[in-house]
């Protein structure tokens, strides 16, 4: 525990209402802009008709058999639109629509009515082709087409925070969040793709084929599901890796919302991705990385003994276990099994403050892990930049720094990785229309500690599932490396830490040949304390779906 509210929070806090505040005008300023110049072409065009879009490529989860399984479609449609002076006979025009749209003729005839000096007026968006076909047959003059595209959503919230959506909030459809944002370009309707003195400068867009795995996303969204309502969390996230290359497999998060209805959600908070854009006090899996540090450094080893006395004094401030008990004479193996903060306080002293802090940095705690999605944050371990002793104590129980779910998923993959962190990403390959295919090539984005320092901590943390508080994680015939994280919630409007919780849960297995890597991350969760014991269960039913899944063999 520390008294003060440390200054650089409330520096964070400020900055983050100050984007907030900055990014709504510049989107309005944008619309403008953009509709003028849309409107302004489509009143040159007059009563030119069924004006040509690109088809926006389709987005796909794939599995282990390469089947493929569309996730964002795009259906032709069109958009109905005016030009009221050049319309002789509104009454007319109104009842011949009103029979087409199902609509009061009254309702139209208003519209056009009101309008006569406008030389542009939507009457209908996104309508079928049943219906533009009606309308092309009836040449009704001052009335005009514009092919438009309705984006389909097939397995609705599912990884909807990753995929993201296609907005119609602009004049022409615009990629919002997630895969539609950062690869909207390649989808189609990018800014390159409209040039308002032509109908069309690229033709459909590509097809993006996810690493995110179908049946695994399925299991990952029932599981987060069903933690939120045992423990009436709301929010969480879950997050399966290959350590190896980087390439992610499920990502579900909680809230959710269906992209197809988008314009429903009133809290925007709700479309942000909590793995790659809700940093947090991620607790004691901080741990992992402070024994890191320490291996690497030859400071200890796994049989290093110190005396746990239940509590450590730094200055003024007295740092106490999760339960403030003392354990007495404890190897390092000893401090992951019981989660001692007295323990990870030990070996973070025996290291440099400067090589504790660039540790952190190598393993990527200091920037983004640059994932192929919109709006990746990173967290900050900008107040150890001071130097203070409690600031470092407490870094190394993972307590005054901040992580995303996915830093934190891809530094301690690094580990089941013989030392090497991979640059995750979402996207294994786009097809191109003409043929062409670009792979997404795994790539290594840092090597923090050795591989021997990486075999030596995972059978630590191979024995935190066999002997120590993650016993729930352990699973017979297999051997997995595991740890737990409980992580006090900081107060935003004074000192100190309230007695809310995130609960992290973070492993791989098989231990020593892994297949995948998971983290689970649940906010405030009510009804018991210890990410032990709501994740542990929780970590052990996507382990063994993961290992059948992949029919992993047993290896004890």
Request: charged letters at 20%; a neutral charge.
């Amino acid at each position: 525990m520390r008294g003060g509210f440390p200054n650089w929070r409330l520096y964070f806090l400020i900055g983050i209402f100050i984007l907030a505040s900055f990014v709504p005008c510049f989107w309005l300023y944008r619309l403008q802009v953009s509709r003028g110049q849309y409107y302004e072409v489509l009143a040159q065009e007059g009563e030119k008709s069924s004006s040509f879009l690109p088809k926006r490529g389709a987005i796909y989860f794939s599995d282990t058999n390469n089947e493929l399984y569309p996730v964002a479609l795009s259906n032709q449609s069109f958009d109905i639109y005016s030009t009221p002076g050049k319309i002789e006979n509104i009454g007319e025009v109104s009842r011949l629509l009103g029979l087409i749209f199902g609509e009061e003729k009254s309702e139209i005839h208003k519209k056009l009515e009101e309008n006569q000096d406008k030389s542009f007026v939507i009457l209908k968006q996104r309508v079928d082709k049943n219906i533009a076909d009606k309308i092309k047959e009836m040449n009704l003059q001052g009335i005009s087409l514009r092919s438009n595209q309705t984006r389909s959503y097939p397995f609705l919230t599912m990884a909807a925070n990753a995929i993201g959506f296609l907005s119609y909030s602009d004049v022409f459809p615009r990629g919002q969040y997630g895969l539609e944002e950062f690869y909207n370009n390649e989808l189609g309707f990018g800014d390159e793709d409209f040039d308002f003195s032509q109908e069309i400068v690229n033709e459909a867009g590509d097809s993006v084929i996810t690493s995110i795995d179908y049946h695994i996303q399925q299991e990952v969204e029932k599981i987060l599901l069903g933690l939120s309502k045992k423990f009436k969390s709301e929010q969480g996230t879950i997050i399966v890796m290959n350590p190896t290359n980087g390439a992610i497999l499920g990502m579900a998060n909680l809230p959710t919302f269906n992209p197809a209805e988008y314009s429903k959600v009133k809290d925007l908070e709700v479309f942000k991705n909590v793995a790659t854009q809700k940093p947090y006090e991620p607790g004691s899996v901080m741990k992992i990385i402070t024994m890191a540090a320490g291996l690497e450094e030859k400071v200890i080893t796994p049989n290093t003994i110190y005396n746990d006395e239940g509590e450590v004094k730094i200055k003024n401030i007295t740092i106490r276990n999760f339960d403030g008990k003392a354990r007495g004479y404890q190897t390092m193996t000893n401090v992951l099994e019981e989660s001692l903060n007295t323990g990870a306080v030990f070996v973070q002293q025996k290291i440099n403050k400067k090589n504790f802090f660039d540790y952190l940095k190598k393993f990527g705690l200091e920037e983004k892990t640059g994932i192929d999605i919109v709006g990746e944050v990173s967290g900050s371990i900008n107040n150890l930049k001071k130097y203070n002793d409690v600031d470092y104590a407490t870094a190394s129980f993972g307590q005054g720094v901040s992580a995303t779910p996915m830093q934190i998923l891809a530094a301690v993959s690094a580990i089941a990785n013989q030392g090497k962190i991979m640059k995750p990403y979402l996207v294994n390959k786009i097809i191109r229309q003409n043929g062409d295919i670009k792979i997404t090539e795994p790539e290594i984005i840092g090597q923090p500690i050795s591989a021997p320092t990486a075999s030596k901590l995972t059978a630590m943390l191979v024995s935190v599932a066999e002997n120590g508080l993650d016993k729930k994680a352990k699973i017979p015939g297999y051997q997995v490396a595991v740890k737990t994280g409980t992580a006090q919630v900081a107060k935003t409007d004074s000192p100190g830490y309230s007695d809310e919780t995130i609960h992290t849960i973070i492993g791989y297995a098989p231990a020593f040949n892994p297949r995948f890597s998971i983290l689970i991350r649940l906010d405030k969760p009510i009804g018991l304390r210890f990410a032990s014991d709501t994740l542990g269960p929780a970590f052990n039913e996507l382990t063994k779906f993961l290992l059948n899944y992949y029919e992993v063999a047993p290896d004890l």
